[in-house]
């Protein structure tokens, strides 16, 4: 089994910053990436942002590009999505996404988060 822990998402204004960071845990044997995606009240799952972690390769949302920066620490297992100049349209619950092979597993698989509120408004 696996667990993603999400943290960090809250209240801000229009150009605030929010950190979010996301943690696997559990019986893990590599991950191939983490990322984020968010879902906003009657709209799809988007893709944000994610990381590759053998070699630091990142997409970003055309939304977010410039304004969002995705890390990682592959050693923790941990990925950070650090958002500036957040706008009311960036509103939604983020979730953590990781591609990882558990050790009790033959295969990659995806894993999620519970997800986290994101509110930008004034």
């Known amino acids: 089994q696996a667990h993603l822990v999400e943290s960090g998402g809250g209240l801000v204004q229009p150009g605030g910053s929010l950190r979010l960071s996301c943690a696997a845990s559990g019986n893990i044997y590599s991950i191939n990436r983490m990322g984020w995606y968010r879902q906003a009240p009657g709209k799809q799952r988007e893709l944000v942002a994610r990381?590759?972690?053998?070699?630091?390769?990142?997409t970003y949302a055309d939304s977010v590009k410039g304004r969002f920066t995705i890390s990682g620490d592959n050693a923790a297992n941990t990925v950070y999505l650090q958002m500036d100049s957040l706008k009311p349209e960036d509103t939604a619950v983020y979730y953590c996404?990781?591609?990882?092979?558990?050790?009790?597993?033959?295969?990659?698989?995806?894993?999620w988060g519970q997800g986290t509120q994101v509110t930008v408004s004034s």
């Open positions: 996404n990781a591609f990882m092979f558990l050790r009790t597993n033959l295969d990659f698989s995806d894993y």
């Open positions: 990381i590759i972690f053998s070699s630091g390769d990142t």
